[in-house]
């Protein structure tokens, strides 16, 4: 007869924190948010570590590069999804690594021979008023100069004219070379009274522009996850059938970790691919998942995972668990999988971190799943909501909404990820839908980041290991849970000070 596990399967509604002690030196803004994301020898320290513990899914509806770029530049990582050609899934990694922080690749450029009336357009397609004149109008094409919107007036200068006419020609132009860093280039900036400095190559193709107005935005991001270049980091999934042909690609265009994507991780065949990749590739970490147990982890683990990813049918758009009766409550299997972590450990010497993925519907949730013992977090609805993210903005009567699927869907139709047999989506496990707009990443996020905060503070806890190791959890009843929420009539308005 079929094993039963005696324990319910808990989420982490079912769950709140119990303060610990204070003490004087524990504040918001002593909390340190570094957690690692690979393997390590326990007690040293790892080869990569976030610097805050937030990874976005492996999604079409969620990890673009714009999304990457935006939350490396605040301390976590993006997995770029592998439902796409080859090609595709590289180019975008090559986006994100030659990201450079104030270093802008130009959008808004024009021939010297094009019309100052084209000029306007341009400008006020891109909302920029600062053009380069390149010889073929490209942004990597051979500057001849720039124009602003200083160097002109639409009512008083012929619009007919070119554009020739009223830039600053190169000659005239102060500009530096390629291997300049940013500080050197902001300290010209201001030395030389500068708006803006070009960056060329050594055949005098633009590269990038520097602008003064950027050095107050770099200043944002103290916490920034780069490698030892300087370049910001980022991830990719692979799956199970074609990764003999995309890790060579994606590692040849600079990937920092790669992870396995796959709704059932336990199985032969993500096993398999773990050791060729460690076999032929062993400078790249390489994650593995998804799985609800130890036994799973441990599998993984000793295959060569370099961390294990812990979801299955939790996440906000998935219906494996309605298709397929598949799955576990994601507060039980975090802590199930960090008991098989921490004997693994003990085992062996080596730390293995997991993530939680799926399962966090508020931000108290991302608190619960790192005192459970989650080294990080996975999301995808979360990240979904943002600018950054792939999804259009829709307007509806109660606001705007961002569209959002799953990978399971017939959108996305990613048939590796659901061993369902055969090269195609017999039947989905993900839905096609909306979650609320919610902005710009940095400003959401920060929001997060800054509850987490203030959650470990309570906790008496300033590190992400120290949380783990000393916070206490409660069981929830129904009436406690009804009791969390707010139950008085809500303004529709603000209250004015009296």
């Avoid at 090559?94 to 959008?107: L, W, Y």
């Avoid at 103290?222 to 370049?231: F, G, S, T, Y």
């Avoid at 400078?283 to 979801?311: H, Q, S």
Wanted: charged share 20%.
């Amino acid at each position: 007869m079929a094993q039963i596990i005696a324990e319910v399967s808990r989420t982490f509604n079912e769950f709140l924190l119990l303060p610990n002690r204070t003490r004087t030196d524990c504040s918001a803004a002593a909390v340190d948010l570094r957690t690692p994301l690979v393997r390590h020898v326990a007690g040293e320290a790892p080869a990569i570590e976030l610097q805050s513990p937030f990874t976005s899914a492996i999604m079409q509806a969620v990890s673009t590069p714009e999304l990457a770029i935006a939350l490396a530049r605040n301390g976590g990582l993006s997995f770029l999804h592998h439902n796409q050609p080859i090609q595709d899934q590289a180019a975008a990694v090559r986006q994100v690594k030659n990201f450079k922080a104030g270093f802008v690749t130009s959008d808004t450029n024009v021939r010297p021979d094009d019309s100052l009336g084209l000029l306007v357009d341009v400008m006020r397609r891109t909302g920029h008023s600062t053009a380069a004149v390149t010889h073929d109008g490209t942004a990597t094409g051979r500057l001849l100069g720039l124009v602003t919107s200083r160097d002109f007036h639409p009512q008083r200068h012929d619009l007919d004219g070119p554009v020739s006419g009223r830039m600053t020609a190169i000659a005239d132009l102060a500009h530096a070379g390629p291997d300049t860093t940013l500080s050197e280039a902001n300290a010209r900036l201001w030395d030389e009274r500068l708006d803006c400095l070009p960056v060329l190559n050594a055949e005098g193709h633009l590269q990038h522009l520097v602008f003064r107005s950027d050095y107050a935005d770099n200043k944002r991001y103290p916490n920034q996850l780069v490698d030892a270049a300087k370049r910001l980091r980022v991830g990719a999934g692979i799956n199970t059938h074609d990764y003999r042909e995309r890790v060579p690609a994606l590692l040849e265009a600079g990937v920092d970790v790669l992870c396995f994507d796959s709704s059932d991780g336990y199985s032969d065949w993500q096993a398999q691919a773990l050791t060729w990749v460690k076999k032929h590739h062993p400078e790249i970490p390489v994650g593995g998942g998804n799985v609800v147990d130890g036994e799973a982890f441990t599998f993984l683990a000793e295959a060569g995972a370099d961390f294990v990813k812990v979801g299955v049918g939790g996440g906000s758009i998935c219906i494996t668990r309605d298709q397929k009766g598949i799955g576990r409550g994601q507060a039980s299997a975090v802590l199930d999988v960090a008991a098989a972590r921490d004997a693994f450990r003990e085992r062996t010497g080596e730390y293995v971190p997991i993530c939680s993925d799926g399962g966090l519907v508020h931000d108290y949730h991302v608190a619960l799943a790192l005192a459970m013992g989650a080294d990080f977090v996975m999301m995808g609805r979360y990240f979904a909501r943002f600018d950054q993210a792939a999804g259009a903005k829709l307007p509806t009567r109660d606001g705007f909404v961002k569209e959002y699927w799953g990978e399971g869907s017939n959108r996305a139709r990613n048939w590796q990820r659901y061993g369902q047999g055969g090269q195609g989506l017999v039947f989905e496990e993900g839905v096609d839908g909306y979650v609320p707009y919610a902005g710009d990443l940095n400003e959401g996020l920060a929001l997060t980041v800054a509850k987490l905060r203030t959650t470990m503070v309570s906790c008496g806890s300033t590190t992400v290991p120290e949380f783990q190791s000393t916070a206490r959890l409660t069981l929830v009843s129904e009436q406690s849970f009804q009791e969390s929420h707010a139950n008085v009539a809500l303004r529709d308005t603000p209250a004015t000070a009296s």
